[in-house]
């Protein structure tokens, strides 16, 4: 039997870019090499398209993306690919861009009944004092992020306006973008993974972040040394909720294939944060760690991904 050719997309230029070789390096080592030819191509920081060059000269079967963040993450990569017609695992152009501006999906989250923290969204140029009726209404205190960034880098917890003008410019300055201040809400943080199969969509596993301080932070999700999550242990009928608003929010969004949706339990209200359409998957990443909640290994989770795209793109 001939090997599949897998690609599998990796670097890139975005800040996320060491977190995105961390997991291209998880992801071949759980690929099984008698199943599949594997080719790495290392997006460089330049932007320069050498590699866009030898997919198209030597198409892959199948494409897994290890980016994160910026382009590889936000619909660009995915539209390159599906003007070439090959085949890729995970969400397509229209909900990668909406997942990638918290705006924009927190909008779309809200217009379909699923609760998300109330926000402030500062634009690139507007002055903080332009939104002061609307911070006096959430109050304070807020976390404050980057709209399109991702790896909770540039988020920060703000408890006044000199703090949230500081954070808000900092942002602006640093990353280019506009800024989501959100009402920050003091709870049980969650992720649920998503997975798309022949049998329709499920969560794989609820779990429980685990975190150094108030925030679930880029040093958390990047630096420990153990799983940033475990197998959740609410009680059944409060997973129960959130496993249903996660498939849900995945739908709402037009996801495919996997995602994360990372959520806050507070009083047994459920918040949705955000949904990750290219999360982690380093050894210690959570799509990894979630994968054992119905007895998997990573291995067998990229394997699904894989046989369900392409039977998919067979139909």
């Known amino acids: 039997m001939n090997k599949l050719k897998i690609a599998i997309l990796a670097g890139g ?3 996320e870019r060491d977190i995105s070789l961390r997991s291209c390096r998880n992801i071949e080592a759980a690929l099984d090499r008698e199943k599949y030819d594997i080719k790495i ?33 936000n619909g660009s990569v995915q539209g390159f690919l599906h003007c070439l017609g090959i085949p890729f695992a995970g969400s397509r152009v229209l909900s990668s861009a909406l997942c990638m501006d918290k705006k924009m999906a927190k909008t779309i989250m809200s217009a379909n009944h699923i609760q998300t923290p109330e926000d402030v969204y500062i634009k690139r140029g507007e002055r903080i004092i332009d939104h002061a009726d609307e911070i006096r209404q959430i109050g304070f205190p807020l976390v404050v992020k980057p709209n399109r960034g991702g790896s909770s880098i540039g988020i920060s917890i703000v408890y006044g306006t000199k703090e949230l003008e500081k954070a808000a410019k900092d942002i602006i300055e640093e990353y280019d973008d506009d800024v989501i201040a959100e ?3 003091k709870g049980r943080e969650i992720t649920c993974a998503v997975n798309e199969g022949e049998n329709g969509t499920d969560v794989m596993a609820v779990l429980d972040i685990n975190k150094s301080g108030e925030m679930f932070s880029y040093e958390d999700k990047s630096m420990q040394a153990s799983p940033i999550g475990d197998i959740s242990n609410m009680p059944v009928f409060l997973q129960d909720m959130v496993r249903a608003i996660a498939i849900k929010t995945f739908d709402a969004l037009k996801c495919r294939g996997y995602a994360c949706v990372d959520m806050i ?11 990750n359409t290219l999360p982690g998957m380093t050894d210690i990443s959570l799509v990894p760690r979630a994968a054992e909640g119905p007895g998997m290994s990573f291995g067998d989770f990229l394997d699904r991904l894989i046989d369900f795209e392409m039977k998919r793109r067979s139909l």
């Open 13 to 15: 230029s975005s800040v």
């Open 41 to 73: 191509y290392e997006l460089p920081k330049d932007r320069s398209t050498d590699w866009a060059k030898q997919i198209i000269a030597d198409p892959p079967d199948m494409v897994l993306s290890a980016l994160h963040g910026g382009n590889g993450e």
């Open 183 to 185: 009402k920050y809400i």
């Open 265 to 275: 339990v507070k009083d047994e209200q459920i918040y949705v944060i955000e949904v």
